[in-house]
């Protein structure tokens, strides 16, 4: 069973810096690529970043481009998402999710979901 | 204003069909982007209801179904039931933007 389970939200002040993570389980992690998907109270979903399976190939949504980066621990199965020069307007939640190919592709799809780790951005 | 436009909400009573269309243009869902679509339940996990526009993951019921024409796709759910009242999104691939993108949501309410 695909399992995803985020971690490491919490409240920061406006400039700050956050690490969040997601622990992978229940399939070959290496052979899949990954992505962060947000949601702001009450708004829709947004696509924040990717990764492909070796980790070799980020990709970024014009809105965090610069402040946040992606990565991956393929040896412990773990996504992370470093978050700088964080503002209000990056409040969410924000979720894990595998993809259905090792890349990335203008077809990616998102087949498995975490719930989601919360992340606040207020003085 | 989302560049994959939805409508803000839906509703059907028990055991009717409703359908949530997703509105794109040439650069995403009229350039052969495959879309596909997502349920939303606050506090739970989203889900994956339909990938590559018309397919269903094993164990999504056959009661939901999607299609795409032109620019536009569209989500079918018939036999309405109350465990479908949820949030549903459309996703798709814009090349303009070079980033992949989710219509606003659709919230469906059982009546």
């Known amino acids: 069973e695909v399992q995803l389970l985020e971690s490491g939200g919490g409240l920061v002040q406006p400039g700050g810096s956050l690490r969040l993570s997601c622990a992978a389980s229940g399939f070959t992690f290496t052979s899949y690529a990954m992505t962060w998907v947000r949601q702001a109270p009450g708004k829709g979903l947004e696509w924040v970043a990717a990764i492909s399976g070796s980790g070799a190939t980020p990709y970024y949504a014009d809105s965090v481009r610069g402040r946040f980066t992606i990565s991956r621990d393929n040896f412990k199965n773990i996504l992370f998402l470093q978050m700088d020069r964080l503002g209000a307007e990056d409040t969410a939640t924000y979720h894990c999710?595998?993809?259905?190919?090792?890349?990335?592709?203008?077809?990616?799809?998102?087949?498995?979901w975490g719930q989601g780790t919360l992340v606040t951005v207020s003085s | 204003q989302s560049v994959l436009t939805q409508p803000p909400s839906v509703s059907g009573a028990p055991g009717q069909r409703v359908t949530i269309s997703c509105t794109g243009s040439s650069s995403n869902i009229g350039a052969a982007y495959d879309v596909h679509w997502y349920q939303v339940v606050p506090g739970r996990a989203p889900k994956l209801l339909i990938h590559g526009n018309k397919n269903r993951p094993s164990g999504v019921p056959e009661r939901f179904s999607g299609s795409k024409s032109g620019t536009s796709a569209s989500l079918a759910i018939t036999g309405l039931q109350a465990e479908d009242e949820a949030d549903y999104y459309c996703q798709s691939y814009d090349s303009g933007l070079n980033a992949w993108l989710f219509g606003g949501g659709t919230k469906l309410t059982v009546l």
């Open positions: 999710a595998k993809e259905g190919s090792v890349d990335i592709l203008p077809g990616a799809v998102h087949d498995f």
